[in-house]
């Protein structure tokens, strides 16, 4: 991580500015393991406030296979990890903050959720991101909830994350909560048309 970080200072930097975390870093790194050396990478620009733009590229000249082939498996990463979450653009920590805390104290029972639609899926929009969820309730029982909320076919499939992860369906939200909780005191979920990092 590290050997990596320092061949793309200006990428790592740029791309930290905008993310709370190294999952970004993370994923691309392993992803770079899997089809090629670590070696420098490009960067085309920056895309709106708080994200990352899809022309990050790594250099074709570094691997030893097709430069789409390259990208195709970067953009998979990218349609969930890119862009950093709305609701955090809209609102300051210290309010998230503040109303997570309010939340929990006067809803003990009930988790405090932010569901937000991935990038460049075709699934439909949700018209609610901010749920609270009764901690006895599975994740299998939420994404019923999120699929009924927009008003998802029963032929269509559909994909939450956390924290880029597929959560198993059985687990307790209050558990996924417990293990994934941002520091803000909100547990944010990302949902998906598609199987993104089935590709890794």
């Known amino acids: 991580m590290e050997r990596l970080s320092r061949k793309v200072g200006k990428v790592r930097l740029a791309m930290w500015s ?5 999952s970004f870093m993370s994923l691309l790194l392993a992803t770079i393991k899997k089809i090629g050396r670590k070696e420098e990478l490009g960067y085309g620009g ?3 406030e708080g994200t990352i733009s899809t022309s990050f ?4 000249s570094f691997f030893p296979v097709r430069n789409t082939q390259v990208v195709s498996l970067v953009d998979s990463i990218l349609l969930i990890t890119m862009a950093k979450s709305s609701f955090k653009l809209e609102h300051p920590l210290e309010r998230r903050q503040a109303e997570a805390a309010r939340i929990r104290e006067k809803y003990p029972d009930r988790i405090p959720v932010i569901v937000e639609k991935a990038e460049r899926t075709d699934i439909p929009d949700i018209d609610k991101k901010k749920y609270l969820v009764p901690a006895d309730l ?49 547990l944010y979920m990302t949902y998906s048309g598609e199987n993104t990092f089935g590709l890794l």
């Open 18 to 22: 905008y993310l709370e975390d190294n």
């Open 46 to 48: 920056h895309g709106p």
């Open 57 to 60: 590229k790594i250099k074709k």
């Open 138 to 186: 599975t994740v299998g029982q939420f994404v019923y909830v999120v699929r009924k909320r927009i008003k998802l076919s029963a032929e269509k499939a559909i994909f939450i994350f956390v924290r880029n992860v597929l959560p198993p369906t059985a687990a307790m939200m209050s558990a996924i909560y417990e293990e994934n909780k941002d520091e803000d005191g909100f």
